[in-house]
């Protein structure tokens, strides 16, 4: 692929990420976010944080949760998503 298109579908990518971000009014109160959001919310954290820069009101958490599943499915995404990159990495070799 030429850097024009690889440039293309990482902005075209990141749009379908912010989607769904955490306090953009869309989630209903009544119906507060589980699990599967906080997973969700936990994988597009660092896309949210930046978004955040630029739009105040949203917000890498999601308020209107269901408490300790909320949480649970946001703290794996977490650590599976960033702390896992460190187990993939190669080490260097010492000559």
């Not at 919310?41 to 599943?69: C, D, M």
């Not at 960033?82 to 993939?88: C, H, N």
Request: charged share 15%.
């Amino acid at each position: 692929m030429k850097n024009y298109q690889i440039i293309l579908v990482f902005i075209i990518f990141l749009i379908l990420l912010s989607g769904c971000v955490p306090g953009d009014g869309k989630h209903d109160v009544n119906k507060p976010t589980g699990f599967f959001w906080g997973i969700w919310h936990g994988w597009i954290a660092p896309i949210t944080l930046i978004i955040q820069i630029f739009n105040h009101s949203v917000r890498i958490y999601e308020k209107a949760n269901t408490g300790w599943w909320y949480d649970f499915g946001f703290y794996i995404a977490i650590i599976g998503g960033f702390g896992g990159l460190s187990l993939t990495r190669r080490k260097k070799r010492k000559k």
